[in-house]
């Protein structure tokens, strides 16, 4: 079995080229497309940003309201993906419903099957955009047992979603420019990651020549678990339950416990051995949006800062390099702005749908890709003779 790489958790394995984000783990650093995250997360909005990672330019005056008004046009979902939605319970947590309501489209948009064909691509990049935040908002919708709300296309992206999830028949929902801008922010410092799990599962399904709805649903489910996006939930999760700054100490021996399962959520990360430089901007937006919402004393934020600072002090998190990542400050902000836990994984998923469809056009345009097939080091018994029923 001498001539493969054994590495588990793919901790030394470039399974592609890439020209779209770079992360330099030890500096702490990230760009898209070459650009600092600080730089695109103060200065543009998600779809210009989309626009980078799918085109690798940010847009000009022109390109932006093209590409904005081509996002425009497929807002809407097929008025049949309502019964999609109607196949659940009520109480199903958004993530699985966008699963299968994501993978469901693969099925609405059979044309785009031909994943060879750049412009069937750029269509398929263009729905994925545009309907996931009315899915995601949908998902909420059916849990709260509110009905649908269709999307408003005058709106901006981020104002569009909170539309989506805020307004009801009998109320508008007034957009705050404030929030709007910190969620844009929100969406952009997620956008993409380079090889994560999910990245991975989409490339990986998409190698095969998959559906591109398909391919996204499977990142999707990838993103879930709490190693990976569902960590935002599982954060705000594990401070609700610590409750009080003074039981700090007891989170933190039980996260330093080998014999206990427990882990630091929204600490940690397998590339960054520095400050995740997401987590410094979404710590920077929590105060503003606290702020714009009168919160300066959040009970919540003030533990988060103080289990920060707890860890950084201890020898147990300083040896390992582990910091706060992305998913440490996202959910206060998001809860602040109304937003329920159960729902910051599909925000992810939301966010992140950009930099999924860009990795699998990149990798569908790349003719030298091949379908992604690993290996392994075979562990079971040797050749043996089958024994009948009765006799074993
Ligand atoms: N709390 C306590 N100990 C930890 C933590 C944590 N959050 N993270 C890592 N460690 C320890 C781990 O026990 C191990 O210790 P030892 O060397 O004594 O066995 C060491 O640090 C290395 O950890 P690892 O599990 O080998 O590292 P990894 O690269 O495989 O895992 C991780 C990375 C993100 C899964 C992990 O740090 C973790 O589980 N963090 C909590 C979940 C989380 O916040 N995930 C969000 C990641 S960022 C958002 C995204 O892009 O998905």
Request: net charge negative; charged share 20%.
């Amino acid at each position: 079995y001498g001539y493969f790489t054994y590495d588990p958790g793919f901790m030394s394995t470039a399974a592609c080229n890439s020209a779209i984000t770079f992360i330099d783990g030890e500096e702490g650093l990230l760009y898209y497309r070459g650009y600092p995250i600080e730089q695109l997360a103060e200065n543009c909005d998600f779809l210009e940003v989309s626009h980078l990672l799918l085109h690798g330019e940010l847009p000009d005056h022109n390109q932006r309201e093209a590409f904005t008004s081509a996002i425009r046009q497929h807002t809407m979902l097929h008025d049949q993906m309502a019964d999609v939605f109607r196949g659940f319970r009520r109480d199903a947590h958004p993530m699985a419903v966008m699963i299968a309501v994501i993978g469901a489209m693969a099925a609405f948009y059979p044309d785009n099957n031909d994943v060879n064909n750049p412009e069937s691509r750029q269509v398929a990049a263009m729905r994925l955009l545009a309907k996931v935040p009315t899915v995601a908002a949908w998902s909420y919708k059916y849990n709260v047992g509110q009905p649908f709300i269709q999307p408003k296309n005058k709106l901006g992206y981020a104002e569009n979603f909170m539309h989506m999830m805020f307004a009801t028949p009998c109320e508008d929902y007034e957009p705050n420019p404030i929030l709007a801008k910190a969620f844009e922010r929100i969406l952009i410092l997620h956008a993409d990651h380079e090889q994560n799990a999910s990245t991975s599962t989409v490339r990986l399904v998409g190698s095969s020549g998959a559906n591109p709805f398909a391919c996204i649903a499977a990142g999707i489910a990838s993103l879930w678990g709490p190693s990976h996006g569902g960590a935002n939930e599982a954060t705000l999760n594990m401070l609700e339950e610590i409750g009080d700054i003074s039981r700090i100490g007891e989170f933190i021996n039980r996260a330093k416990d080998k014999t206990d399962s427990f882990r630091l959520m929204g600490f940690g990360h397998r590339v960054y051995r520095n400050m995740d430089p997401r987590a410094s901007i979404m710590r920077k937006t929590c105060h503003e949006v606290l702020n714009e919402l009168g919160l300066h004393d959040d009970p919540m934020f003030k533990l988060a800062m103080q289990l920060e600072k707890i860890a950084l002090e201890d020898d147990y998190f300083v040896s390992r390099k582990l910091y706060p990542n992305v998913d440490f400050y996202s959910g206060i902000v998001m809860r602040a702005m109304g937003i329920p836990n159960s729902m910051f994984t599909a925000i992810f998923a939301l966010a992140r749908t950009a930099g999924w469809i860009s990795q699998w056009s990149e990798m569908n345009a790349d003719t030298e890709q091949k379908i992604g097939r690993p290996r392994q080091l075979y562990l079971g018994p040797e050749r043996r003779e089958f024994v009948p029923l009765h006799q074993r």
